[in-house]
């Protein structure tokens, strides 16, 4: 078969000119003697396959889907990881999910990351998403973190600092627990202490709403000086706004040490190998209990949204972004860093 016939061969197969373009060059450029004559065009097809197959993943990877529960530091978080994908040229996408709504998602590959699984308070979901393998877990992005139980400091100077002390001023709580949204893992939490009737907390209920609203019912017991005991946790503006003390003793439910926590990154299952490039800055964002509680202060006092709030931070810590972006890049093949600087106006 002449040269001639095996290029009308591979036309045929509809190959595009970007192809071609390919086909021709690898042909003027190669010696033209003692190469046999289909060696360019095999070399443009691999070319070819190579560069669909990475056009399909770049396009697929372009719109990371994330989710937030309507916690305050996870749309803190969120937000900065919006300002570097933006930055990088990717589109970020974020659902107003309750957790385990937002695990059933990773699980069907509907959301592709999620900055707050709180640990140990989602164990139980943990559990059952990685013994089926539908899950992992990239990186954990905060320590240091507290989610346990918490009283105005007032109550705790009346005698209450631990567990164990609230059933004996049950009626001054009016025998209620305040919680966030239903479903919450950590509500389940009590609700299981609740049933086991542990630490003689006897015909006590939980009081589930939003973090929004359980917050605003706090601020009015605190205002007239009245009891009550509430789920709380770190980074929040919580801990400034009000003088509270978390209660000790509650480790079989919430974990040592006040109920010290750990925040991983979640992705669905192959998300960091499918996407390399993303799933590299996600298993690097790393964040910190002081960068947290100072965006959440910003939104929440200051009225500016998260990302406003997040791109204020960012260019008074440009130290943070180094090790994020460490060989992360943008969806163009530059290096992220740059890119991330200029939007922020830090080059």
């Given amino acids: 078969m002449t040269r001639w016939r095996r290029w009308r061969v591979f036309r045929r197969f509809r190959v595009n000119k970007q192809v071609n373009k390919q086909v021709n060059k690898l042909e003027g450029s190669m010696p033209r ?3 046999p004559s289909g060696i360019p065009v095999m070399l443009a097809c691999l070319l070819f396959l ?6 399909a993943e770049a396009d697929a990877c372009k719109l990371v889907r994330m989710a937030d529960p309507g916690w305050s530091d996870i749309t803190a978080t969120n937000a900065i990881a919006g300002i570097l994908l933006d930055a ?28 707050g699984n709180w640990m140990p308070a989602q164990k139980p979901l943990m559990e059952t998403q990685l013994k089926d393998g539908a899950i992992d877990v990239l990186h954990a992005n905060l320590v240091n973190a507290k989610f346990t139980l918490a009283v105005p400091s007032y109550v705790a100077a009346a005698g209450v600092k631990s567990f164990s002390d609230l059933a004996r ?26 049933a086991a009737k542990s630490f003689g907390l006897d015909n006590w209920k939980l009081v589930e709403s939003s973090e929004q609203s359980m917050l605003s019912q706090v601020a009015r017991k605190v205002l007239a000086k009245e009891w009550i005991v509430f789920l709380a946790w ?22 040592p040490n006040y109920g010290g926590a750990t925040v991983n990154t979640l992705a669905r299952k192959g998300y960091a190998a499918q996407c390399p490039n993303s799933g590299r800055l996600f298993s690097q964002l790393e964040f910190n209990v002081d960068l947290e509680n100072k965006i959440i202060s910003d939104v929440l006092t200051q009225k500016v949204d998260a990302k406003t709030a997040a791109a204020r931070q ?30 922020l106006g830090l080059n």
């Fill in 33 to 35: 003697k003692g190469i």
């Fill in 50 to 55: 190579h560069q669909g197959a990475f056009g």
């Fill in 88 to 115: 990088l040229g990717y589109e970020q996408k974020v659902d107003h999910l309750s957790v385990p709504i937002t695990f059933v998602g990773l699980k069907k590959g509907q959301i592709d990351v999620f900055l």
């Fill in 169 to 194: 001023f049950a009626d001054k709580f009016d025998s209620k627990i305040y919680g966030i949204e239903t479903g919450a893992p950590a509500n389940q939490n009590i609700k299981t202490m609740l």
């Fill in 234 to 255: 770190e980074p929040h503006l919580m801990n400034t706004r009000f003088q509270l003390t978390y209660l000790d003793g509650g480790n079989a439910y919430f974990g």
């Fill in 314 to 343: 960012l260019k008074q810590h440009p130290e943070l972004l180094q090790a994020w972006l460490n060989g992360v890049k943008t969806r163009g093949g530059e290096d992220g860093l740059p890119a991330v600087k200029k939007m």
